[in-house]
């Protein structure tokens, strides 16, 4: 990370295609191995995108890490927290297996997981805690309003 001072949580939501749950999308998506052709028709738009997140916590409330908590990953893309830009390079990305518009919210299991990561994670870091939606409003919304902070 440079030497940079992780000090943010971005907190996001993701499911490939949107609202499906349990499929490889997501894997896939941070590996860089979608493939438009074979895979669903929704991934066209993703075709030629680089992102990654530190982790994600599936439905189940198991956990993936795709990136180290101490390398860069590419889950905030143009982002601004207190008048600090490109929040990618101070902040940890984490991904919850969701739908903004999904009403069920996200299941006990993930806010259970998500709970015990961050309590983890405050061994080794000092930070805030913010969504997607507060460092990128004109492009992004999520986790979204059933998000139970």
Not at 114 to 119: K, S, T, V, Y
Not at 140 to 148: A, I, L, N, V
Request: hydrophobic share 30%; proline share 2%; net charge negative.
């Amino acid at each position: 990370m440079n030497n940079i001072k992780i000090d943010l949580v971005v907190l996001h939501c993701i499911s490939l295609p949107e609202g499906e749950y349990k499929g490889e999308g997501i894997d896939r998506l941070f590996l860089n191995k979608l493939d438009k052709d074979l895979d669903h028709k929704y991934y066209e738009n993703l075709k030629d995108l680089k992102v990654s997140s530190h982790v994600v916590i599936f439905r189940d409330g198991s956990l993936k890490q795709y990136v180290s908590f101490l390398d860069r990953a590419w889950h905030a893309g143009e982002s601004e927290y207190k008048g600090r830009f490109d929040c990618n390079d101070f902040s940890i990305g984490i991904e919850l297996e969701g739908c903004v518009k999904d009403k069920n919210g996200y299941t006990d299991h993930q806010y259970s997981c998500l709970h015990n990561l961050l309590e983890d994670l405050k061994s080794n870091f000092d930070f805030e805690i913010t969504t997607h939606k507060d460092i990128a409003p004109d492009r992004k919304d999520d986790p979204g309003e059933y998000f139970d902070f």
